[in-house]
Each structure stands twice: as structure tokens, then as C-alpha cells.
């Protein structure tokens, strides 16, 4: 039990640093109010209770920041990126003082695959820079000047990221004291017109690759065309001749030979074949007159056929209605059964509607009077 009041003790002073007369006699009302003790002395002040809504009290109620779960503290601080020694074969970096600022960068070119890297020492070798630079990376070409400083170029964009990382480094060769054997070194982008040229080339190559697939889109949505024009030759043109006399072909072969006209393949040498072609092409024409007069002369009797049916009918409506009219005019009606009898005004009203039809208007129409040639 004093273990517990004692971690309980310990908690208390931790997060909020409030005295705490007795830490085991913590009481909860319904309320949600701050912790009181036996005697009912509050033991937090309502400044550091947390506000919240309680939807059955219908009221702001204070939370114990002493309940699991909850913390008023805030959470630690994420601790710096220290940087440690780099130890290599021929030489040892490090670190600058992490409380100075981080050096400066300019802006990154597009497509740099180049750095530059100044503060060299000046014994300092091409051995030696390849050395500490290849762990960024594959290196492909390294131009040092004879000052201070040189230009290296990666095989890929992402190790120029880790080269920038050695920014601010101390280099020293060996273990020499020599001023000449030491140097802060600085690794900044640079603008390499190779690089340059390789990312206008690739932004080229992925343009062309967009408008293909474009393209290649635009030619799927677009509707098919129609099957091209064969070009005129005496031995289409016999084709031709023939199609236009048959009832299937003779809408495409018309159309051939429009395009042949178009086409101004009309000439002295070919004037013989296209006037035969045109001439088929009136042969047709005079052959669909003589069908079309043919199905008016079968359209005309199947009206008059219509119309004698319909007159015979009206008239043997006519008659059945005088039938009924006199039934009913001279009383015949109660001389027969019940069932009968009542049967006899529906006679009186079919025969009505029978008598009351007329031939409709629609039927006198002239045929093909819709049809323009």
C-alpha cells in the first residue's frame, strides 16, 4: 500500500507539481468534477481542469486531468539530426557545431546530377574525393580545379541529395596537422549544361510519349472511316456497269462513280464508258418508275377492295338496326321470355353504334403522296 501511495505521489508531482494532502482518498462525483479529498476540499483548482461537453447533463462539465488517458504535458521535443565522424581510408570528416546554422544551398537546377564542392584541402587528391564521395553513389566524371574546389557529377539525381548531406564538414587528410592537409568543405548544386541537356531530352521524350497515347486515345473515339474509292480502270469501270443493274449494289456503285466524276476521270478516252454507266444508271431509273406505277395499281384495287367491304358491312349494320327499331316500334318485346326481354336494349344500342360508323378519312389518301422522287 505505501508503494502505491508513493507511485501515486511521484505521478502527482510529475505532471501537474500540486501538493497532494492524501493521494489515496481520490473521489469521483457524477459530475466529472476535479478529484476531491474525505473532508470535501477540492484538490485542483477548476483552472486546470480540461472543459467538456456532456450530452446527458446538457452542461460543460471540467475533466480530471488525473484520469488514464489524459495528460496536460507536452509531448518531448524531436531531437536534432546529430551528425557523426566519417571515418575513411585516406582521410577523416567532421562535423561542424550543431548549434550553427546549416549552410546555404541554391536553388536545385532541374535534372542536377552535379554538385560542386568547395573547401577542399589542398593536398587534397582526385583519389581522395572519389573516395569520400562514392558512398553517395556512383560517380561518373569528377573535374577538379587547381584551387579549392571541384565539380562532381552522379549517375542519378537522388545521390546529389547525399552528397548535399557532407555539406559543412570538416575534411582533414590523415592525421596532419598541416593547414594544407585540412579544409571545411561546402557541396552546393550546380548547373551543368549536361545535365540540362539530359532533362530537356527526357521532358521531350515523355511529351511524345503523352501525345501518342493521346493519339492512340483520339483514334479509339473516332468513328471508323468509310472504305476508300478504288481509282478508275476500264476493267473497273465493266464492274461498275454491271452493279449499277443490280438492285443490292446500286446505291455503292452510284456513289463510285460520283467520286470517279468528282475526281475528273472524265475524259475524251474514257466519255464512251462513263455515258454507258450514266446511261444504266437512267435504265434503272425508268425500271423503278414502272414498279412504282405497278404498286399504285395494286395500292388503288386494295382500296377499292376496302371500301366495297365497308359499305357491305355498314349496310348489314343498317339492316340489323331496322330489325331492332321494328321489334321494338310494334311491341313485340313482351311476348317474349324475361331473359330475353332484357336483352333487348343492348340489341337497341350495338345496332346504334354499328349504324353510326363512317369510313375513316385516312383511307382516301393517295398513295405515295408522301414519297418525292
Known amino acids: 500500500m505505501a508503494s502505491a501511495d508513493g507511485v501515486g505521489h ?5 505532471h501537474l507539481n500540486v501538493p497532494v494532502p492524501d493521494p489515496g482518498a481520490w473521489t469521483m462525483n457524477n459530475l ?3 478529484p476531491v479529498s474525505l473532508s470535501g476540499q477540492q484538490l485542483v483548482s477548476d483552472s486546470l481542469c480540461v472543459q467538456r461537453f456532456d450530452p446527458m447533463l446538457g452542461l460543460i462539465t471540467p475533466i480530471n486531468p488525473m484520469m488514464a488517458g489524459i495528460s496536460l504535458v507536452p509531448p518531448p521535443p524531436v531531437p536534432p539530426d546529430v551528425k557523426e565522424i566519417i571515418h575513411c581510408t585516406s582521410c577523416t570528416l567532421f562535423p561542424q557545431n550543431p548549434n550553427l546554422p546549416p549552410p546555404s544551398t541554391r536553388e536545385r537546377p532541374p535534372g542536377c546530377r552535379t554538385v560542386f564542392v568547395g573547401g577542399l584541402p589542398e593536398n587534397s587528391t582526385e583519389e581522395i574525393i572519389r573516395e569520400v564521395f562514392e558512398q553517395c553513389g556512383e560517380i561518373t566524371a569528377i573535374r577538379k580545379s587547381k584551387k579549392n574546389f571541384c565539380h562532381i557529377r552522379f549517375n542519378n ?3 546529389v541529395d547525399k552528397a548535399i548531406y557532407l555539406s559543412g564538414y570538416r575534411m582533414r587528410i590523415g592525421s596532419s596537422t598541416d593547414k594544407k592537409d585540412s579544409g571545411r568543405i561546402h557541396v552546393d548544386f550546380a548547373q551543368a549544361r549536361d545535365d540540362l541537356y539530359e532533362w530537356e531530352c527526357k521532358q521531350r521524350l515523355l511529351a ?3 501525345r501518342h497515347r493521346r493519339q492512340v486515345h483520339e483514334d479509339q473515339q473516332r468513328a471508323p472511316s468509310p472504305p476508300p474509292i478504288i481509282h478508275y ?3 473497273e469501270a465493266a464492274l461498275l456497269a454491271d452493279n449499277l443493274k443490280d438492285d443490292l449494289k446500286f446505291s ?3 456513289s463510285v462513280l460520283l467520286t470517279w466524276i468528282d475526281r475528273g476521270e472524265v475524259n475524251r478516252r474514257t466519255a464512251n464508258h462513263f455515258y454507258s454507266m450514266i446511261q444504266s444508271t437512267n435504265s434503272h431509273v425508268r425500271r423503278l418508275m414502272s414498279e412504282k406505277a405497278q404498286h399504285d ?3 388503288e384495287r386494295a382500296r377499292e377492295a376496302f371500301r366495297s367491304a ?4 355498314l349496310a348489314q349494320c343498317k339492316f340489323s338496326r331496322t330489325v331492332v327499331m321494328v321489334t321494338v316500334t310494334h311491341s313485340a318485346t313482351p311476348h317474349f321470355r324475361l331473359q330475353y326481354r332484357h336483352m333487348t336494349p343492348h340489341y337497341r344500342l350495338q345496332t346504334n353504334i354499328a349504324g353510326d360508323v363512317r369510313p375513316s378519312t385516312q383511307y382516301a389518301m393517295t398513295p405515295y403522296s408522301c414519297i418525292s422522287l
Open 297 to 299: 395499281e395494286e395500292m
Open 10 to 14: 511521484l505521478a502527482a508531482e510529475n
Open 32 to 34: 466529472s468534477i476535479g
Open 157 to 159: 539525381e537522388f545521390m
Open 252 to 254: 455503292e456503285a452510284t
Open 208 to 210: 511524345r510519349e503523352e
Open 310 to 313: 365497308l359499305l357491305t358491312v
Open 233 to 235: 480502270s476500264e476493267h
